[in-house]
């Protein structure tokens, strides 16, 4: 019997998967390569420092940690400076009511997110106050895969593992929901989420009573 919904933020909520894609890019670009959209997949879920080592280590270039400090920090701030002027239209289609009607039926919410920047992101567009817990990128010390975050929400929540489903849109996310426990929904790509209970293409094409069916 599931009670609680445990939601991962980039991709599945709001549309900000693409700004991380972006700046990535961007900075790949400074250092004189590129990286492909198959690529980028590995990225999502994972944690900022994460992502940069995998980047480099695309474009085979070795850095120091303060240079590394430098390039996150320089993608960082081109991100921010997109969530800045994030509004509540960049919320995914279909969550906005998903979160209406979950909560409604008396369903716990937890936020599930790698991002140092969630609460940011959650006050431009207007969600903060669907969640009874928060855990964020500034709250866990193991990366998805691990099942760190979700695990902290659940507890936060003051549920089972067993009574929660997790929405995400990355590989990675969808493993650490399996390995925590959790019932898994992937948001996106059948084939690249297929370790999921289930796969829809947005939060659209889901209603709240297909959580009890999983
Ligand atoms: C999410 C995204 C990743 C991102 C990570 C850290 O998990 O899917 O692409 O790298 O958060 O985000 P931050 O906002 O802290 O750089
Ligand atoms: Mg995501």
């Given at each position: ?15 900000t998967?693409?700004y991380h894609y972006d700046t990535w890019l961007r900075l790949a670009k400074t250092m ?11 990225l999502?879920?994972i944690s900022r420092m994460d992502s940069l080592d995998k980047i480099l280590?695309?474009g085979?270039v070795s850095k120091s940690d303060a240079e590394k400090l430098e390039l996150a920090t320089q993608k960082n701030n081109w991100y921010v400076e997109m969530i800045n ?29 790698a991002s140092k920047n969630s609460?940011i ?16 990128g500034n ?76």
């Amino acid at each position: 019997n599931i009670k609680g919904l445990l939601f991962d933020l980039d991709g599945v909520l709001v549309d900000t998967a693409v700004y991380h894609y972006d700046t990535w890019l961007r900075l790949a670009k400074t250092m004189g390569f590129t990286f492909s959209e198959k690529q980028n997949e590995e990225l999502k879920g994972i944690s900022r420092m994460d992502s940069l080592d995998k980047i480099l280590g695309w474009g085979n270039v070795s850095k120091s940690d303060a240079e590394k400090l430098e390039l996150a920090t320089q993608k960082n701030n081109w991100y921010v400076e997109m969530i800045n002027k994030m509004t509540p239209a960049e919320v995914l289609p279909g969550a906005l009511d998903f979160l209406q009607s979950a909560q409604k039926q008396g369903y716990k919410m937890a936020l599930g997110s790698a991002s140092k920047n969630s609460s940011i992101i959650l006050k431009n567009t207007n969600i903060a106050h669907f969640f009874d817990a928060i855990v964020d990128g500034n709250s866990v010390s193991k990366s998805k895969p691990d099942p760190e975050v979700f695990l902290k929400g659940a507890e936060l929540l003051g549920l089972k593992p067993s009574e929660c489903v997790v929405f995400e849109d990355a590989a990675a996310g969808i493993e650490a929901a399996k390995r925590g426990g959790m019932k898994a929904i992937g948001i996106g790509d059948e084939y690249i989420l297929k370790q999921s209970d289930k796969v829809v293409s947005g939060l659209d094409q889901l209603a709240i009573q297909d959580l009890q069916e999983l």
